[in-house]
């Protein structure tokens, strides 16, 4: 280096040095306030994982946009080959946190596969996820079902249409295969939601007799595929269709291999997916670092839907990046900017197909969690019967809106948000009111697990063993 | 003079024939193959990724210095605010680029041969000269060389999970269970070859050794050693090769970083891209493993007496 | 002069899957200090396991060896081998080759450059020293034999033991490497024992000719004294008749006492057969 080079390094340091003191005197007298109150991070250098999926997108957008950083966290983001991979990183320490299926946590603390306590601060986002079937099936479908003065089929299509279909296999003793994410995967509920709803048993599962396959009486056999690989098995013939969220359903009408034929949202409508797991060790060995990690998720779910989603387009390409979900851009900005596409060329407006924070979808409401037990009893998951306080209980065990409320909180407090943007934390129980938009028509009323359980005409009942 | 001029041309100009004729074929058939993340890949797609690829890293690179720069800063400010904090770098926290994913797979692969070529070549003397541990090990090689190192890998993975739990690790789990598998596919190639060798040292030489009456470890360093080295370097070629494809592949299988993770990725994004992306990987693979292989026949080369096992 | 030698009583089985085989059976020989014994008979007739035996690279069955005074009962630097195939290292030069058994063998007496004298000087008396940073795959067959020779010389032995080392070079070669052991034994007097099949070579180098029986169960034939003077040249005495006589004697006893019978119809049937192969090959 020469020595006018090596002066003019040392003055541009010093001028670097100069900006960041100022910038040190300015933020010091603002952030005193909150740094009393929040205290730094225990642990800076943290691992997330995540699966190829839209809904990471809170994830991706703390770290792109520095949120992450401003909390004093140094994030890396690793994608995870599915979700067991995923929940075993958690659990043994080699990810500190991930985006997780909601049943993930619930079934982990209860011990429904592996056994580990963990909680929840944030969930990720409503709905986003859809149920496609192949090419073939769609074509034996459409006969059933009802069409529109333009030709194109009504939706939401029941399952009703995709009965006739699934009982022409079983007649002629083909099995009916089906694939889904992971056992205690929304999309292993919404699709049996789905198929129970249109006559179609998909299935129980007998955890004590060790038959966790859910295939017991089953008329369409569910099994496992990660999200990623679901076209490429549909395109294999080894699945007929499969309930995956995006954006695996687009890509299968992009790449010509199946026609999705409902949204969750149709469904279930604002159906709550994913949330932001970690283990309740970490967060009580680093409470400082869970509430700073809650906030940098709060901001992104915010910027992702602020400006009535005019964000998405910036929060596509990001995602469209090989290292967070990778497709392509169209592909992905599909779903995520308010609208889905059928079958080819049909495509609705779907507004609310991905919301990541309006209708208060980040908050971790305990009334979510036990609809996700209701689902893991109905189906035999959760072998014997429960009462109305264990899943209470253990909705509380799992489902932190303490901590939620600390980070909410707090920003308000910095002008980072505004305290309408969420539940009035002082009156909030937890609990959302009883929601009767479901495809069935059925009302679900959290504070009453076992009634609900009762309404639905396929499906374990109280006293009911496998 | 004619004839010589002749034969280099024929030494250059037959491999580019064969190169171009590769090519034509290649993008007749990409241009014929519709998969469903549309036409597979020609030359030219491949060629437009690697430059891609090298953008990508570049602008990557431009992020780190920018996240450099903010930790600094922010050290600064909470220095300011919290005397007591010791200021910590951290590593950039960004993706890995493809030329990141290389140098850890070659870092990984290196480290794996390594640690084999340690274990191996000791233990493939001692077996080469007692006919004893000979007796006791043969059985065992000969059952575990044929395992694919993959099926290792999931034990791999929790012995190194249940081992090696430290809360704040030097070397990441990940990287240990890649290398380790590495290590069990070089060990038995070179263990072989090593005891072979060595027991297939000339009698004659052997009898130079007890006539000087050389103490153990002498013969060993000063004939044994020498005397296989063909033998441990042809091992260790064999293994090295096959640690090369297996390290790709384990790399796919547990997800661990390195090239074996940007194909599988790559592979899951199902993007438009993805195939040629892939393609191009391929060629970086196969390009590297051939480098690897001549460079071990370059060492081979220097350090082996017999300048005939190395030509092969 | 002082016996140095002394092999008594000498019996070597070899086991193998039909019971032991017997190759030598009751040896007895006496060696005197500097003199050149050749050890010669037929191919198989166990000369080479008799050396094994006084290098200790072998163990009898039955009886011993004493070297001045010890019993022999491994191998060692005292009793230095030439072997038939040269047996350099081929990884190391001419030099290396030496100074390996220098080292090894004056490690505790000789100061390092008394040892690079020595080896030059070993090396010298081979006629080797221009090629002695050569390694072996550059050397031809004669001169590889001669660092061999070298070697051994260096390691100041008290027996050479040099087991058929001219067995695989030509003619010409050989007679020059025979003219430079004589040279050499004029110098240093070493007590030798040398294997061979030639009757020219061992009558020329020898002091007593031991001539052995075929096997099995081989042993000491004949022994006959070569009184001829030193230094002996060849040319002279090819026209000598005590020369003539004492290779006639040697002739005798290998091709008409201990001559190898193969008996007539098994070596024609071994012929077709070779015949019979050969053209099935073909």
Known sequence: MSYARMRECTINRAYHLLIGLMLIAVSVISQTVYAEELGYPEKEELKFGFIKLTDMAPIAIAYENGYFEDEGLYVTIEAQANWKVLLDGVIDGQLDGAHMLAGQPLAATIGFGTKAHIITPFSMDLNGNGITVSNDIWQQMKEYIPKMEDGRPVHPIKADALKPVVEKYKENGKPFNMGMVFPVSTHNYELRYWLAAGGIHPGYYAPLKGDISGQIDADALLSVTPPPQMPATLEAGTIYGYCVGEPWNQQAVFKGIGVPVITDYEIWKNNPEKVFGITAEFAEKYPNTTVRLTRALIRAAMWLDENDNANRPAAVKILSQSNYVGADYDVIANSMTGTFEYEKGDKREVPDFNVFFRYNATYPYYSDAIWYLSQMRRWGQIAADKSDDWYKETAAEVYRPDIYTTAAKSLIAEGLAKAEDFPDFATESGFKPPQPEFIDGITFDGSKPNEYLEKFPIGLKQGDEV | MIRNIFTTLQALVIPLIGMIVFIMLWSMAASNINTSLGKFPGPQAVLTQFSALYTEHKAERVKEKAFIQRQVERNAKRVAADPDYVPKMRAYTGKETFLDQIITSLVTVSCGFLLAALIAVPLGISIGLSKTLNTAFNPIIQIFKPVSPLAWLPLVTMVVSALYATPDPVVPKSFLNSMITVTLCCLWPMVINTSVGVASINIDLVNVSRVLRLPALKHVQKIVLPASIPMIFTGMRLSLGIAWMVLIAAEMLAQNPGLGKFVWDEFQNGSSDSLSRILAAVFVIGFIGFLLDQGMRQIQRLLSWDKSTASR | ?282
């Open chain 3, 1 to 282: 002069m002082n016996e140095i030698l002394n092999i008594s009583g000498v019996v070597m089985d070899f086991p193998t899957p039909k019971g032991p085989f017997t190759a030598l059976n009751n040896i007895n020989l006496k060696i005197a200090e500097g003199e050149f014994v050749s050890l010669i008979g037929h191919s198989g007739c166990g000369k080479s396991t008799v050396l094994n035996i006084v290098a200790g690279l072998h163990q009898a069955t039955n009886g011993g060896v004493i070297l001045n005074g010890k019993e022999v009962s491994e191998p060692g630097p005292e009793r230095a081998v030439v072997f038939q195939n040269h047996s350099l290292l081929p990884w190391l030069t001419a030099y290396q080759n030496v100074e390996l058994a220098v080292k090894q063998v004056f490690k505790n007496t000789k100061s390092k450059v008394e040892m690079q004298a020595w080896i030059k000087h070993n090396l010298n008396l081979v006629h080797m020293d221009h090629a002695m940073h050569k390694k072996p795959d550059e050397l031809s067959g004669g001169m590889k034999q001669r660092v061999g020779i070298a070697r051994a010389l260096a390691m100041q032995p008290e027996i050479l033991l040099m087991d058929e080392p001219f067995g695989a070079l030509d003619a010409l070669t050989r007679a020059h490497m025979q003219d430079t052991l004589m040279e050499i034994q004029n110098e240093l007097r070493n007590t030798v024992i040398m294997i061979t099949h030639d009757v020219d070579e061992a009558v020329l180098l020898s002091d007593r000719i031991v001539m052995m029986t075929n096997g099995p169960a081989a042993t000491i034939g004949e022994i006959l004294e070569i009184n001829l003077a030193r230094p002996r040249d060849r040319i002279a005495l090819a026209e000598d008749t005590t020369y003539t006589k004492l290779r006639a004697a040697v002739l005798s006893f290998l091709y008409e006492k201990q001559r190898k019978i193969e008996p007539i119809a098994e070596h024609a049937k071994k012929k077709s057969e070779m015949k019979a192969s050969n053209s099935a090959a073909a």
